[in-house]
Antibody
Framework: EVQLVASGGDLVQPGGSLRLSCAAS????????MGWVRQAPGKGLEWVAN????????YYVDSVKGRLTVSRDNAKSSLYLQMNSLRAEDTAVYYC????????????WGQGTLVTVSS | DIQLTQSPSSVSASVGDRVTFTCRAS??????LAWHQQKPGEAPKLLIY???NLQSGVPSRFSGSGSGTYFTLTITSLQPEDFATYYC?????????FGQGTRLEIK
């Protein structure tokens, strides 16, 4: 059974940093594109970033470029999102997701972790 | 960026009804469209990929069709567990985008 367990969400002040983690199991992590999708309270879904199987390619939505960085550790079957210079508009539930290929449909979603940016 | 417009934004229906949602893309995305279901407080779940392919484990009352810029998701014989919000997602090019969602409510 595919499982994606995200963690690391917290309350952080504007301008602060946070690192999200996602532990994957039930599939060969190193063979899959992975990504992050977020959902602000009461709002729709917004794709954040995707990363290639070996980490050599990364893609981001414009609003997070230069501030959020996706990475992975295939030896640990783990996905990460380093979040710097956080803004109030980054407040959301962040979902770890598995993608069907480079720009693929998201076929499995983690349970989400809440990031709140507020003073 | 590819914009996805879903309609209606919300709809009320009864158990046993047939409902159809639409998703329009701002440019041709071939069949690179997926549909996701999200229940309150839960993560989304993939229903359909590549416009018309049913994800493993999803009931056959869900079906998708379309190509190019016009897509539909149909649910035949609504069940109580189907009342949720449905999102389309384009898988054609970066940035990946989602529609704004269609909320399906019980009449």
């Amino acid at each position: 059974e595919v499982q994606l367990v995200a963690s690391g969400g917290d309350l952080v002040q504007p301008g602060g940093s946070l690192r999200l983690s996602c532990a994957a199991s039930g599939f060969t992590f190193s063979n899959c594109w992975m990504g992050w999708v977020r959902q602000a309270p009461g709002k729709g879904l917004e794709w954040v970033a995707n990363i290639k199987e070996d980490g050599s390619e990364k893609y981001y939505v414009d609003s997070v470029k230069g501030r959020l960085t996706v990475s992975r550790d295939n030896a640990k079957s783990s996905l990460y999102l380093q979040m710097n210079s956080l803004r109030a508009e980054d407040t959301a539930v962040y979902y770890c997701a598995r993608a069907r290929g480079r720009v693929g449909a998201i076929d499995y979603w983690g349970q989400g972790t809440l990031v709140t940016v507020s003073s | 960026d590819i914009q996805l417009t879903q309609s209606p934004s919300s709809v009320s229906a009864s158990v046993g009804d047939r409902v159809t949602f639409t998703c329009r893309a701002s440019q041709d995305i071939s069949s690179w469209l997926a549909w996701h279901q999200q229940k309150p407080g839960e993560a989304p779940k993939l229903l359909i990929y590549a416009a018309s392919n049913l994800q493993s484990g999803v009931p056959s009352r869900f079906s998708g069709s379309g190509s190019g810029t016009y897509f539909t998701l149909t649910i035949t014989s609504l069940q109580p567990e189907d009342f949720a919000t449905y999102y389309c997602q384009q898988a054609d090019s970066f940035p990946i985008t989602f529609g704004q969602g269609t909320r399906l409510e019980i009449k």
